[in-house]
């Protein structure tokens, strides 16, 4: 069967990761989530010294950027990828509020977008892969087959990223939680390299009023559709 690259941007919080993990399981595709290697890449500037509320050491990154090695490993009792940094599984430990407080910062540094674009680029390179993040329609796959845009209100994002904190056990308040999707927003939209924006040829998908699974299913429609299309241009 014909295979597709499908590229997923969009704000942070809008559930882009948990739609593609879902989507790659329905169509047997690799999921690739590639904000979870930025946030590991802000995990080892924390762990290292290099990023905290007062100071930024960026040279000192960059100079780091060859120790750090991200890499994605299939949990079959999950059903998805776990996020391993240099060897050690940070799945957990990258999803925090505080790993979220520094990774828009972190992503505005070109030298660390030029070496984790690189990688996601090789990634896709056989086709058949969902991947979601904030420039993968824009820069990383430019001539992905089908591109999507997901939007939603601060507000609604704020308390879906609230609840699952929460859940998970988080001790945080919903105002921090609002506060740090709006300034995200606003680092991603207004950086110098790759800011978030939607891809002329992409589609965009409102969810403030989606449920998960009514998402899922139009956006696994859009998939089928776009797979079928593709296949029936390349046997012309």
């Known amino acids: 069967m014909t295979k597709i690259t499908i590229a997923i941007d969009g704000f942070s919080s ?11 399981k329905a169509l047997g595709y690799v999921y690739v989530d590639s904000g979870a290697m930025y946030r590991a890449v802000t995990l080892y500037a924390m762990q290292n010294g290099l990023i905290d509320t007062d100071c930024f050491d960026t040279r000192g990154l960059i100079s780091q950027l060859d120790d750090i090695d991200i890499s994605f490993k299939f949990n079959k009792d999950l059903g998805f990828a776990e996020v391993y940094l240099n060897g050690i599984n940070v799945e957990s430990a990258i999803r925090t509020l505080e790993v979220s407080q520094f990774v828009s910062q972190v992503a505005t540094i070109s030298e660390v977008r030029a070496q984790l674009v690189k990688q996601q680029q090789n990634f896709g390179k056989d086709k058949g892969v969902v991947m979601d993040g904030r420039d993968i329609g824009t820069v990383v796959f430019p001539d992905a087959e089908l591109k999507l845009f997901m939007t939603a209100s601060a507000e609604k994002r704020a308390q879906r990223r609230y609840d699952e904190l929460k859940e998970r056990g988080d001790d945080v ?11 995200r927003d606003h680092i991603d939209s207004t950086r110098e390299d790759s ?4 891809a002329k ?3 965009k998908v409102d969810n403030s009023n989606m449920t998960l699974d009514e998402q899922f299913e139009f ?10 299309e593709t296949h029936k241009k390349k046997r012309h």
């Open 14 to 24: 809008t559930g882009k990761s948990t739609v593609a993990k879902r989507l790659a």
């Open 195 to 198: 800011p978030l924006s939607m």
């Open 201 to 203: 040829d992409a589609i």
């Open 173 to 183: 308040c919903y105002d921090d939680v609002l506060k740090n999707v709006q300034s």
């Open 219 to 228: 956006i696994l429609k859009l998939s089928e559709d776009k797979i079928n």
